[in-house]
């Protein structure tokens, strides 16, 4: 199984060399850490490790240190850990794990946070059962809360020594590279033991060529800063041969990311869910009812039988259903890439570009012929 760069993975594999690396120097006993967001040019998520048992606040200041407040703060939902706001403090998160993190949900999960006034919803990466973590976690977003562009590039440096600690680490223990995978692998698995209910796609908008022997499943959210940097990816794929592309309407930011995704399942009631998919996609504000209906107007839609159907019991239970099916395979953050063919599955949980996608759907093709656009 092929793996491209994307947030999931090399989120998981910073995580994992640093903590390793650090387990038996003066570094793990830190009680707090500093990280920077965003993590790097690839927007790859930063990652806070949690053992069990554990109480982490994580507090969100800008580039001159100042409190940022949050509008909204989303979890996972996974049983092993809650996540809060502190009443007091609204740049403070606090998040708590169980005693007992076994099952298995108990993997990396995503914690993503809107700051007032910050367009792009931040991300940080929940890994559990991490010995060595701190307490306290400030995360410095790359800007001012005046809203100019983003300047942060790096987890912030541990110091030449920390370094070092970690290239040496790397060099003894090649095996760290493979073990950073597993959460991918773990997608995988997942997939391939749900493979008929993601094919079994009744009401799921699907583009492409719809006889294809190869679907790619994606799940989104409009709101999603990373689906929108995919979106030339995506919109490459429909002109492939042999693949089938399913859309997984998946809101996690919010009440906006729904009433989109109603939306866009609305506009399929009138044969216009590509048209409708790539505008709000696009989009680059909020999604409350005026942009939509202006969104959808220009696409010249009746917009008062698309508000009607947003609200329908059929487009709620299609949203329902990618939940739950999101839940039992394990996709916790947007965008998640599943490539399903007749030579196997490929996950790529995270952005991605129109080359590593065409590498996935060639992946799990029989022949060796490669995609044709």
């Known amino acids: 199984m092929k793996h491209g760069p994307n947030c999931w993975v090399a ?44 109480v982490v606040t994580v507090s969100f200041l800008d580039s001159k240190g100042d409190p940022w407040p949050m509008s909204e703060l989303v979890g996972s939902g996974a049983s092993w850990l809650t996540i809060r706001q502190a009443a007091e403090h609204p740049h403070v998160a606090i998040v708590q794990t169980e005693a007992e993190m076994a099952g298995q949900d108990a993997m990396s999960v995503n914690l993503v946070v809107l700051l007032r006034g910050l367009s792009e919803p931040v991300h940080l990466a929940l890994e559990p059962g991490v010995e060595a973590a701190p307490t306290a976690v400030t995360v410095r977003i790359g800007t001012h809360q005046s809203g100019s562009p983003l300047v942060g590039t790096a987890v912030a440096s541990h110091g030449a020594d ?160 990618n939940r739950d099916l999101a839940a039992r395979i394990g996709v916790t953050g947007t965008p998640a890439f599943l490539a399903l063919g007749p030579g196997g599955v490929e996950v790529s949980p995270g952005a991605l570009d129109e080359d590593r996608l065409a590498r996935m759907v060639d992946a799990v093709r029989l022949d060796d012929a490669p995609i044709q656009r």
């Open 11 to 54: 989120a998981a594999l910073l995580s994992l060399v640093a903590q390793s690396a650090v387990a038996d120097s003066a570094l793990a006993a830190r009680d707090q850490a500093e990280i920077w967001w965003p993590a790097a040019e690839s927007g790859a998520s930063p990652v806070l490790g949690l053992p069990a048992g554990r």
């Open 162 to 321: 920390f370094d070092a600690a970690i290239r040496d680490y790397l060099l003894a223990n090649p095996q760290v590279l493979r073990e950073a995978l597993d959460p991918a692998r773990q997608l995988a698995a997942r997939v391939s033991e749900h493979r008929d209910a993601l094919l079994a796609a009744a009401g799921v908008p699907t583009l492409g060529d719809l006889s294809g022997g190869v679907t790619v499943v994606e799940f989104f959210d409009y709101r999603c800063g990373y689906c929108k940097r995919s979106l030339d990816a995506v919109r490459g794929l429909l002109g492939a041969d042999g693949v089938r592309v399913e859309m997984r309407e998946y809101p996690i930011l919010g009440d906006e990311s729904e009433a989109a995704a109603r939306a866009a399942l609305a506009a399929a009631r009138q044969g216009a869910y590509e048209a409708a998919h790539f505008a709000l996609m696009a989009h680059e504000g909020g999604f409350d009812a005026a942009a939509i209906e202006s969104i959808m107007g220009e696409l010249g839609l009746d917009v008062e039988k698309l508000t009607a159907d947003m609200e329908s019991t059929e487009v709620g239970a299609l949203i329902e259903a």
